[in-house]
């Protein structure tokens, strides 16, 4: 075998239907009496909810934001000091998620995170914040929650289109670590799982957004998947969605679901096995069989459609030569921009790699 390093992160996990009832139990499990309950302004009914299920709370704060801007973080810090709270309950997608993390950064707040995505943000030490435009991304074991809630209730209003985007947006996470540094056999177990779970699911959700089921099955995979980005490396595809997402403020999962399969069909030659993987996990070509899957979903197709102008392709390839993420295969200017051009335009997946 390859030799490997496997570093299993620890954070408690709690999963089912009606999980929420638990929070208290969950929270007094990582030390917390007065938790500040977190979530966007597009959410706060659901963030009322779970503060109204909560023995004690010091509030709530609705104000979470894409990207994590440093300005709401400080007003949250303010919150959360003034509320005399000892850590934080955050309900919502990978936005309410960072925003916990943020405050946790800056003052050690234990964390519950109940998400309501599959984009995976409650299982990784990962954190990305914004400040005067710019978006900064850094790994420290400070920021992973303690505990999380996998509630499929929570869910299972997540409308079609969001569901697949951020389900693809996981299924990249699993993806990448089958073949960035970091690659071990214990995280492909749980990457060819979660894609299997989460690709098959994600069908039925389509056909059927109120199947408690195929809901149940998505946010399991999703879990997996989040383990693979906390445990396991990114590469090509995730620079990308960096590169693109961050030059031009596109909107995360979309953009994610876009490049996957271009990226996928550049890394290919250099990573059959992974692929293999992959392709059992879908049962067909993986690349082909994600974007078939956001097409029925009707996710937007192309990068020009989420606002990526033209001359942004020279940009993004620029930048990803520059500081480029290790990847299996190298990073050529000409592949590389054949590849940009083709998600920008929307183009169908070539047969082969360029
Ligand atoms: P999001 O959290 O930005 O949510 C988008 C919108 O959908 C918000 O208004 C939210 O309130 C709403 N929403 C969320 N769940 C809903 C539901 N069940 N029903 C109805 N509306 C719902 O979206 P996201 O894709 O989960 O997260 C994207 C952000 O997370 C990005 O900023 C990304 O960088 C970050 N992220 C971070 C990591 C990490 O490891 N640090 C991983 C993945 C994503």
Redesign the pocket.
């Known amino acids: 075998m390859t030799p490997f390093t496997y570093t299993g992160l620890p954070a408690r996990v709690l999963f089912g239907r009606g999980a929420t009832t638990r929070a208290d139990e969950m929270l007094a499990e990582i030390g917390v009496r007065r938790p500040l309950v977190l979530?966007?302004p597009?959410?706060s009914d659901l963030g009322e909810a779970v503060l109204g299920g909560l023995m004690d709370a010091a509030g709530l704060f609705t104000e979470a934001a894409?990207?994590?801007p440093v300005a709401v973080t400080e007003r949250a810090l303010a919150a959360y000091g003034e509320a005399g709270a000892d850590g934080v309950v955050s309900v919502?997608?990978?936005?309410?998620?960072?925003l916990g993390?943020a405050i946790a950064l800056r003052n050690g707040a234990p964390q519950l995170a109940i998400p309501?995505?599959y984009?995976?943000?409650e299982m990784?030490p990962?954190?990305?914040q914004t400040e005067d435009g710019r978006k900064t991304t850094r790994r420290t074991p400070d920021v992973l929650p303690e505990a999380v809630i996998y509630d499929v209730d929570?869910?299972m209003?997540?409308?079609v289109a969001?569901s697949v985007t951020?389900g693809i947006?996981a299924v990249a996470h699993a993806a990448e670590a089958l073949y960035a540094e970091g690659a071990n056999p214990v995280l492909a177990l749980m990457a060819e799982e979660g894609v299997r779970a989460l690709h098959g699911a994600l069908g039925k959700v389509i056909d059927r957004p109120d199947d408690a089921d195929a809901r149940e099955r998505a946010l399991y995979g999703a879990w997996l998947c989040a383990i693979c980005?906390?445990s396991g490396g990114v590469a090509l595809h995730h620079k990308l969605a960096h590169v693109v997402g961050g030059s031009f403020d596109l909107p995360?999962?979309e953009t994610h679901t876009v490049l996957l399969p271009y990226a996928l069909r550049y890394n290919a030659p250099a990573v059959p096995d992974a692929m293999a993987v992959l392709d059992r996990a879908v049962g067909g070509d993986a690349p082909t069989a994600i974007r078939a899957l956001a097409e029925r979903a009707g996710a937007p197709a192309a990068l020009r459609a989420l606002g990526m102008p033209e001359e942004g392709i020279d940009l993004a390839v620029r930048q990803t030569l520059e500081t480029p993420y290790p990847n299996p295969r190298p990073l050529e200017a000409g592949p590389l921009a054949a590849i940009l051009r083709a998600a920008w335009a929307g183009d169908p997946l070539t047969e082969r790699a360029p």
């Not at 919502?92 to 960072?98: L, R, V």
């Open positions: 979530t966007t597009r959410q894409m990207h994590t919502g997608g990978g936005s309410t998620i960072g993390k309501t995505t984009a995976g943000s990784t990962i954190i990305g929570h869910t209003g997540l409308p969001m951020s947006n980005l906390g995360h999962a």
